[in-house]
């Protein structure tokens, strides 16, 4: 049986993601987003929308994960590490599709990206499903690093 506090945090997770869904929305149904130069690599609307919600199911798993093992410090460090990254993640959207900061959504990214490899490295011997867990979500970032960072060069 699955466990109530895991439904939570994938909960949790989901209407965060619908939130920034919302926001993204907002923001893209506007002109500004349509004539962005974009890389021919760009995916639909509805591919981000999948992405992310099967993502933040993946990364609400490797929350409950960390919280429920015993505080060490290696755990302690990867968990103040996870949850910088979810702070920076959750920023995003609103620095990239309200306040149209481009450059800065991209440095954004870039921090994700450092954050979770190296929170890959530290899990890798003790905690190795969480590390399989964020790797597609690391491919995922690299993706969205380079997307983000054609926008930057081409507007």
Same mark, same amino acid.
Do not use: E
């Given at each position: 049986?699955?466990?109530?506090?895991?439904?939570?945090?994938?909960?949790?997770?989901?209407?965060?993601?619908?939130?920034?869904?919302?926001?993204?929305?907002?923001?893209t149904?506007?002109?500004?987003?349509?004539?962005? @130069?974009?890389?021919?690599?760009?995916?639909?609307?509805?591919?981000?929308?999948?992405?992310?919600?099967?993502?933040?199911?993946i990364?609400?798993?490797?929350?409950?994960?960390?919280?429920?093992?015993?505080?060490?410090? @290696?755990?302690?460090?990867?968990?103040?590490?996870?949850?910088?990254?979810?702070?920076? @993640?959750?920023?995003?959207?609103?620095?990239?599709?309200?306040?149209?900061?481009?450059?800065?959504?991209?440095?954004?990214?870039?921090?994700?990206l450092?954050?979770?490899?190296?929170?890959?490295?530290?899990?890798?011997?003790?905690?190795?499903?969480?590390?399989?867990?964020?790797?597609?979500?690391?491919?995922?970032?690299?993706?969205?690093?380079?997307?983000?960072?054609?926008?930057?060069?081409?507007?």
């Amino acid at each position: 049986m699955v466990k109530k506090t895991v439904i939570l945090w994938i909960l949790v997770f989901q209407f965060i993601g619908y939130g920034l869904g919302k926001i993204t929305a907002a923001n893209t149904s506007g002109t500004w987003y349509a004539i962005l @130069n974009k890389s021919a690599l760009t995916p639909p609307n509805t591919v981000f929308s999948v992405t992310w919600g099967f993502l933040y199911v993946i990364l609400a798993l490797v929350g409950h994960l960390l919280w429920l093992k015993p505080r060490n410090d @290696n755990t302690k460090i990867i968990l103040a590490l996870y949850a910088l990254q979810m702070l920076v @993640n959750w920023l995003w959207t609103p620095i990239f599709f309200q306040l149209h900061w481009f450059k800065v959504g991209f440095y954004c990214i870039c921090i994700m990206l450092i954050i979770t490899f190296t929170m890959i490295l530290l899990c890798i011997n003790h905690f190795k499903i969480i590390s399989v867990f964020l790797f597609p979500y690391l491919i995922w970032l690299l993706f969205a690093a380079y997307l983000n960072g054609v926008i930057v060069l081409k507007n």
